[in-house]
């Protein structure tokens, strides 16, 4: 095999360990560790020296370790076996996870079975890059992310879908108001993940619920997905015809108030009362009576008008006076008896029926 003389990893940001394809170097060997990079020499699968960002030769003082494993002579230029794993420790985000299959559990709302699942992101970071490599990756030559997630998939799987199946039945939350806990699932969650992560030199920074997996599709979650957001739509209707209903009615007090202003504002311009409007209203009615040309009427019409006051009174009076202007008893002689109803003949004074005076 080829001795390499420079030892360096540049990949992409999804892999968390990858082991250099050469297994042969020299004591002039480059070793280039990046920033946020570790390198670890692994010998007969035990993890040896662990070099941090930096660039190294790899002579006798760089590699205690080794040398005391394997007895480097120090020629500088006689090659040696071992294997390097290079450790990437930034923070990788926007890793997918999901349940492999859904829980089945009662909607305590509605009391009938639904099978749902739940999906989301996370973001990690390597710690302990000893414990990693020792109790995770053992002779794999790769970490990256779908094979971080598969390994941890059991533990996943299990508490994520107790976890929510239990809290959905212990607070009774049912499946159309879940989605509005997702923050406190993702919450909850982490807390209770994070331990498992960092028993393998891992840092579980976020952990998100971002989807609830419900049945649709299924019949019965249907109907009942129609019922429960018909009864929301339902009071929502009601709510906006009420509204609409004090609207209408404010809208009424309202013109019914200016109509009253300005019927106010009419009289003051016109220098009279409501009273006084009232009264010549009586007036008007009695003058325009089928009796108002007899005496009687007329004094009922004046009569009204002692409660109108002011020009106006004075203006019906004199025209109420200048209907009766002209009019005589002589033109005011009753035809009809009174009491009985009889006419009378000609001039007679009594009636020839009952005896009344005329």
């Not at 739940?118 to 990693?132: F, H, I, P, Q, Y």
């Not at 923050?183 to 891992?202: A, V």
Request: proline share 2%; aromatic share 10%; with cysteine.
């Amino acid at each position: 095999m080829e001795i390499i003389d420079i030892l360096k990893y540049e990949g992409d940001n999804t892999t968390f360990i990858w082991k250099h394809p050469c297994e042969d170097f020299n004591t002039q060997t480059q070793l280039i560790v990046h920033e946020s990079q570790e390198a670890i020499f692994f010998m007969n699968g035990q993890a040896l020296d662990l070099f941090e960002a930096g660039r190294y030769t790899l002579e006798t003082e760089n590699i205690p370790l080794l040398k005391k494993a394997i007895n480097i002579p120090t020629d500088g230029k006689t090659p040696f076996h071992c294997e390097v794993y290079f450790i990437n420790k930034t923070e990788q985000m926007a890793i997918k996870w999901g349940t492999d299959s859904k829980v089945d559990y009662i909607d305590p709302k509605y009391n009938f079975p639904l099978s749902i699942g739940a999906s989301g992101e996370m973001s990690l970071n390597v710690t302990d890059s000893r414990k990693l490599l020792i109790k995770l990756v053992g002779t794999e030559s790769i970490l990256n992310q779908e094979k971080l997630i598969s390994f941890f998939k059991g533990i996943l799987m299990s508490k994520v879908k107790n976890y929510i199946a239990q809290t959905m039945k212990k607070e009774e939350i049912n499946i159309f108001e879940v989605d509005a806990r997702l923050d406190e699932f993702s919450l909850e969650l982490k807390n209770k993940l994070s331990k498992d992560f960092e028993n393998y030199g891992i840092n579980l920074n976020q952990f998100v619920v971002t989807t609830i997996l419900k049945p649709d599709g299924n019949k019965q979650y249907e109907t009942f997905k129609e019922l429960h957001f018909r009864q929301y739509a339902d009071v929502m209707d009601a709510n906006i015809r009420k509204k609409v209903s004090i609207i209408d009615s404010e809208t009424e007090a309202e013109k019914l108030i200016i109509q009253t202003k300005a019927i106010a504002q009419k009289r003051t311009q016109e220098g009279y009362t409501y009273q006084e409007e009232r009264g010549f209203d009586v007036a008007q009615d009695a003058a325009n009576n089928e009796a108002t040309g007899q005496y009687t009427n007329a004094g009922i019409g004046l009569g009204m008008m002692s409660g109108v006051s002011g020009t106006i009174a004075e203006k019906v009076n004199t025209n109420v006076t200048n209907a009766f202007v002209g009019i005589t008893p002589e033109n005011n002689i009753k035809t009809f008896c009174t009491n009985c109803g009889n006419k009378f003949i000609n001039d007679e004074k009594f009636c020839a029926k009952c005896g009344k005076e005329r």
